[in-house]
């Protein structure tokens, strides 16, 4: 996806489940002028499987609101070019 003008994002998918010894994340690339900058993953507070994963980092974890088919997280990514 691209982002807006203002660099605003955002998209809509179902959360992942846990899958192996990784607890559930997303992952993201981010890409400026076709040139990749930045590989990451974006965790959940909630999630049991946070504490026992070796690649999970608190400060990638995304600000949850909302319940159910209203819920929504947010992560602010800030890309110094």
């Known amino acids: 996806m691209r982002t807006g003008a203002n660099g605003a994002y955002g998209f809509q998918t179902i959360r992942p489940g846990q899958y192996g010894s990784r607890t559930p994340h997303y992952h993201l690339k981010v890409f400026v002028d076709d040139r990749r900058v930045l590989t990451t993953q974006l965790y ?31 992560f602010d990514l800030i890309i110094a070019v």
Request: charged letters at 30%; a negative charge.
């Open 44 to 74: 959940f507070p909630d999630a049991r499987g946070n504490a026992r994963d070796g690649l999970f980092d608190p400060a990638l974890m995304m600000k949850m609101g909302g319940e159910g088919d209203e819920a929504s997280a947010r």
